[in-house]
């Protein structure tokens, strides 16, 4: 079961943060003992260059952010959540899904991770949890625009090379 | 060679997407390899199971969510009833579990069958297919029932460990602390073998009848004829339906469904997980007759028969008629029980409120990762600890308002079930065949009926039951008569089709077609719920005229 080797390590993103447009204070700056974000982001590089593969917990995590990503109308909330902070109503009308729908999908994503909530008056303002979230995104679109090009031959010239 | 070129193509394909890897899940920790307690299947690992030793081996690690939600049914109030039945009307109800049987297997059946294709729980199935009122509206029943049928399995608890003598202020917290063990780990492994532990020990009823069996005076089997010692009666016509209440309880098929997601169970497993789901019924039935006979054979002849009491006087008088050991067995087997049913509701609730939700809810996770699943979980079990430890609280109407608001539950979680298993979109070609579908209709109107029936006669106790039951079941034709005509042929498709087929994902379904039946089935529960809601307002106000 080593089918996770021999995969190339994927991009060092943490070097190539975006520009903070994502518009709250870094939510996830700990002002107590626990670590800070700098060294969070250092632990779990130091982890992934030293050993040449993530540690199990690790992998579970990416998998967990992965599988926030992996339905179309969270990916659009967030591709509008990359552009600025929303509130519901702005997000419903921006994706013309209903309010129960954005709720749910919303929840999801704060549960994984990928985007924070806070308070503004009587509404609730939600933005992605920090520039790796924008960058993540940033990554998958420019992955799949290059898949468009070149990469749906090659993967399937890959698989009958396999077969 | 063009047929073994497509041979090599269809083997590829399988490696690459194995069909639990395709399948839409709410939280990520239901798709993977199944880490049963008794052994594992890898996620990619769908070969055809040829030899004998083989199939064993995989039943042996899907089996689970049928046999724990079976013998977590059997739970403290489930036990009472079996002890009641059996002490006041000797074996002359065993025709009652044998008909209970059948209806437990077709109800748990089609749950587990939506949990393993859909990928999705009951509370969220109905919020999609249904509308998120009638979501909201099962998920509230559900939970406030959840929470008041946890406070019955810690009286349980408590009335088990004071027959060895231990104070409740000391078996309730030590009680509510292991079970917060069994799931505080995040392993689904480590849950399901302190499950199966506790589904050993169940079997300490087989002796306790043994035991019982030695010392009896009378040991006639007069109860699988149907009929009823002392003749049909109001009281016993009450007892009937709570048996019936109480065997098949809305709890179990929000948990079956929910169990069968996270246990990663994908059709491709379905034939093992009905095997399980077949075993657990026949390990409740033998342990609902273990104890019905226990108490027939112990209390035959005695002055007790015919008077019971409640769980702590069973084990006294077992103790005194049978032998002290008869007595330590049913305590043993009490303790047991609440604790089994405890664990299993309590899940079914935080399975629903994440499903629900949309919280990480899977049994694969710790505390840290799915901080609000273990939260309601920790929340249920203190809010229950609470209310039996306070001095004076109102157990005696909690036990009430469990039959009450199962009765008001039931109807619309069997005929929600009934439609979804029905549902093209849902289920494709895992749909109900048409005899399924009539006799699911027969078990779900006979509930329906019974359940009613229990909620009217314990909001208002001096109803003449016996008019109101030949009423009821003479317009149960009218109710089943369009389940007949509901059937819709099955997309004809390859058995290996049918194993990889799975639910798209929720958002991407067609709005359900309102077809007649549909409605039919949407108005008669709104009935129904009016009925029982007007039935609530009606003793509130005869509580308040006549307090």
């Not at chain 2, 890898?42 to 030793?53: E, K, V, Y």
């Not at chain 2, 399995?153 to 602390?177: D, M, N, Q, T, W």
Request: hydrophobic residues 50%; aromatic residues 6%.
């Amino acid at each position: 079961m080593t089918y996770c080797d021999g995969s190339p390590p994927p991009p060092a993103h943490h070097t190539r943060l975006g520009s903070g447009r994502c518009g709250l204070a870094n939510p996830i700056e700990p002002t107590d003992g626990t670590p800070t974000h700098a060294e969070r982001v250092a632990r779990v590089s130091r982890d992934h260059s030293t050993t040449g593969s993530l540690s199990p917990k690790t992998a579970e995590a990416v998998a967990d952010a992965m599988f926030a990503l992996s339905t179309a109308s969270r990916v659009r909330i967030l591709g509008r959540l990359r552009e600025r902070p929303h509130t519901v109503r702005e997000l419903m009308a921006a994706v013309g899904m209903e309010q129960s729908a954005v709720s749910h999908q919303l929840r999801v994503l704060r549960e994984y991770g990928l985007v924070v909530a806070e308070r503004r008056g009587r509404e609730r303002l939600y933005a992605l949890h920090d520039e790796h979230v924008a960058s993540l995104l940033d990554e998958a679109v420019g992955h799949v625009a290059h898949l468009g090009q070149s990469g749906k031959r090659k993967a399937k010239r890959g698989l009958r090379d396999a077969g | 060679m063009p047929a073994d070129a497509s041979a090599t193509a269809t083997v590829v394909r399988a490696t690459f997407t194995p069909p639990s890897e395709r399948r839409s899940v709410l939280d990520r920790a239901h798709v993977g390899d199944i880490e049963g307690a008794l052994g594992t299947v890898i996620a990619f690992d769908t070969a055809p199971r040829r030899s004998l030793h083989r199939r064993l081996a995989t039943l042996l690690a899907i089996m689970g969510p049928g046999l724990v939600v079976m013998v977590a049914d059997n739970d403290a109030g489930g036990l009472s009833i079996y002890a009641q039945a059996g002490q006041n009307y000797g074996a002359s109800l065993l025709w009652v579990l044998a008909l209970l049987a059948p209806v437990l297997f077709i109800n748990q059946e089609m749950v587990a069958r939506l949990g393993a294709v859909t990928g999705a729980g009951h509370a969220r199935l109905i919020v999609e297919r249904f509308g998120r009122r009638w979501g909201a509206f099962a998920i509230g029943d559900l939970l406030i029932l959840n929470a008041l049928t946890i406070v019955t399995e810690f009286i349980g608890v408590a009335l088990a460990l004071a027959y060895f003598g231990v104070s409740r202020y000391l078996a309730v917290p030590i009680a509510a602390v292991l079970l917060l063990a069994f799931t505080a780990t995040g392993s689904f492994r480590r849950w399901e073998r302190a499950m199966y532990l506790l589904v050993a020990v169940s079997a300490v009823v087989i002796p306790l009848a043994v035991l019982s069996h030695h010392t009896s005076h009378s040991t006639g089997l007069s109860g699988l004829t149907p009929g009823v010692e002392g003749g049909l009666s109001s009281a016993s016509l009450l007892l009937i339906s709570a048996l019936a209440g109480t065997t098949v309880a809305p709890w179990q098929l929000f948990f079956q469904q929910s169990n069968v997601v996270d246990k990663r169970i994908t059709p491709r497993w379905l034939k093992y997980e009905r095997a399980d789901t077949l075993i657990g019924t026949l390990l409740i039935i033998l342990g609902a007759v273990a104890v019905m006979l226990a108490c027939a054979w112990a209390f035959a002849g005695t002055p007790a028969h015919g008077s019971f009491e409640n769980a702590s006087a069973v084990a006294s008088g077992l103790r005194i008629h049978v032998s002290s050991l008869a007595g330590t067995l049913f305590a043993i087997a009490l303790l047991d029980a609440s604790l089994i049913g405890a664990a299993a509701v309590t899940l079914a609730s935080s399975y629903a409120v994440g499903d629900y939700f949309g919280f990480k809810h899977s049994l694969h996770r710790g505390w840290r990762d799915a901080s609000t699943f273990h939260a309601t979980y920790g929340a249920f079990i203190a809010l229950a600890a609470i209310i039996v430890l306070i001095p004076g609280a109102p157990l005696g109407l909690i036990t009430t308002g469990v039959q009450a608001l199962a009765g008001i539950l039931l109807p619309s979680a069997t005929v929600f079930l009934l439609l979804l298993c029905n549902d093209r979109d849902v289920l494709g070609p895992w749909i109900n065949p048409r005899w399924l579908n009539m006799l699911a209709a027969l078990v779900v109107g006979v509930l329906v009926v019974l359940s009613t029936l229990l909620t009217i006669t314990t909001i208002f106790p001096s109803i003449d039951i016996t008019t109101l039951c030949l009423g009821m079941f003479g317009a149960l034709p009218i109710v089943l008569a369009p389940a007949a005509a509901m059937s819709r042929r099955r997309q004809p498709m390859t058995a290996a089709a049918r194993q990889t087929w799975t639910m798209p994902p929720l958002e991407k379904l067609p709005t359900p077609t309102p077809s007649r039946i549909r409605q039919f089935a949407l108005i008669i529960l709104r009935c129904q719920l009016l009925l029982a809601v007007a039935l609530l307002i009606a003793k509130l106000v005869q509580l308040g005229v006549g307090g």
